[in-house]
Nanobody, 125 residues
């Protein structure tokens, strides 16, 4: 069974940076794809970014393109989300997810099977 644990969230001012981490355990994820999603207060969960767990194939939501970067470590155990130039509208609970790598809608929650519990990011103006 795959376990995902997010960390790195916090309260920052607009324009600041944060790096979120997603640590995986339970099995090898070299055949998986990683995704970051977020759920703003009172809104539905939305796609942020996705990549193959070992690296490559990164895609981003238009709202974060050019500001956020998804990456992974060489050991294929941790996926990161580097967030620069944060805006108040980035305030949300951020989730890490994993699913078997296959052709499909990476931007949909249903693509992913395993989920973490989330880490809160709050950006003040």
């Amino acid at each position: 069974q795959v376990q995902l644990v997010e960390s790195g969230g916090g309260l920052v001012q607009a324009g600041a940076s944060l790096r979120l981490s997603c640590a995986a355990s339970g099995r090898a994820l070299d055949t998986y794809r990683a995704g970051w999603f977020r759920q703003p207060p009172g809104k539905d969960r939305e796609f942020v970014a996705s990549m193959r767990w070992g690296g490559g194939g990164a895609v981003y939501a238009d709202s974060v393109k050019g500001r956020f970067t998804i990456s992974g470590d060489n050991a294929e155990t941790t996926v990161y989300l580097q967030m620069n130039n944060l805006k108040p509208e980035d305030t949300a609970l951020y989730y890490c997810a994993a699913g078997e790598n296959r052709l499909g809608p990476y931007f949909r929650s249903s693509y992913y099977v395993h989920w973490g519990r989330g880490t809160q990011v709050t950006v003040s103006s």
